[in-house]
């Protein structure tokens, strides 16, 4: 049983934004574009690993 709060709430979001700042925010950086794809590319990364756990979170624990 997946957690849409967390899939859809804080995964795809994250996943968004880590996007626009890597590819539309970082090319107008002169200075600081290295450090703009890189802040974008770990908040996207990051979504991934909750977009995830999303899908694998329960609140009953699983019985073997």
Do not use: R
Not at 11 to 38: K, R, S
């Amino acid at each position: 049983m997946a957690s849409k709060a967390i899939t859809v709430g804080v995964g795809i979001p994250m996943i968004v934004v880590g996007a626009l700042m890597a590819w539309l925010w970082a090319p107008m950086e002169g200075d600081l574009q290295n450090q703009v794809e890189l802040i974008g590319s770990t908040i996207g990364i990051l979504g991934i690993v909750f977009f995830i756990s999303g899908l694998f979170y329960t609140k009953e624990p699983v019985m073997h």
